[in-house]
């Protein structure tokens, strides 16, 4: 069975860092691109980043360039995001997923539950 | 900048047909534009839908089907039920090669 568990999300203070993780199990990890995508509350879904099965290509929303880094580790069948100065609209639900290719064509095919963070003086 | 737009509410009777459409502000969707469909309930995770225009994800009913219609992808439930009241998301691959997701739709079914 696939599985995508987030852990690391908090309550940091605006400005700060955070990195959050997830755990893949059930799945060749390093054959798939993985993604982080955020849910402010209340709101909807929003794409954050992307990064290729060797991570050797990255891509962002802009909103979150020069801020976040997203990166793996293969041997681990890890994905990680790193957050720094962290603002209040970066509050969210974040979701770690996986990019399946069927057919010439790219979905998120598998979710995981998601990590809550806050960003509140 | 380009937006992926959706219907921000739409609503069906029981039985009955609706569609829920995914269109660019710029531009026109395209079997290039990788579009897919999510289902998402209050406090749970998406559930992918639809994928390669219209494949369903498995195990999703067959009363829903996945198009390109004109210049917008477009999600079809043909029979809707009550347990299809949902909150709709598409996701699109842009030009710019990031990924938008639309605002998305909620689906009353009354």
């Known amino acids: 069975e696939v599985q995508l568990v987030e852990s690391g999300g908090v309550l940091v203070h605006p400005g700060g860092s955070l990195t959050l993780s997830c755990a893949a199990s059930?799945?060749?990890?390093?054959?798939?691109?993985m993604t982080w995508v955020r849910q402010a509350p209340g709101k909807g879904l929003q794409w954050v980043a992307n990064i290729k099965p060797d991570g050797s290509e990255r891509s962002y929303v802009d909103s979150v360039k020069g801020r976040f880094s997203i990166s793996r580790d293969n041997a681990e069948s890890s994905l990680y995001l790193q957050m720094n100065s962290l603002r209040p609209e970066d509050s969210a639900v974040y979701y770690c997923?996986?990019?399946?290719?069927?057919?010439?064509?790219?979905?998120?095919?598998?979710w995981g539950r998601g990590t809550l963070v806050t960003v509140s003086s | 900048q380009t937006v992926v737009t959706q219907e921000p509410s739409v609503s069906v009777s029981p039985g009955g047909t609706v569609t829920l459409t995914c269109g660019l502000s710029?531009?026109?969707?395209?079997?290039?534009?990788?579009p897919s469909w999510y289902q998402q309930t209050p406090g749970q995770a998406p559930r992918p839908l639809i994928y390669s225009i219209n494949t369903r994800s498995s195990g999703v009913p067959n009363r829903f089907s996945g198009s390109i219609a004109g210049n917008k992808a477009a999600l079809t439930i043909t029979g809707a039920q009550a347990d299809d009241e949902s909150d709709y998301y598409c996701v699109l691959f842009l030009d710019s090669g990031l990924w938008m997701f639309g605002g998305g739709t909620k689906l009353t079914v009354l």
């Open positions: 059930g799945f060749t990890f390093r054959s798939y691109w």
């Open positions: 997923a996986r990019w399946g290719y069927y057919s010439g064509y790219y979905h998120i095919d598998q």
């Open positions: 710029s531009g026109s969707v395209s079997t290039s534009s990788h």
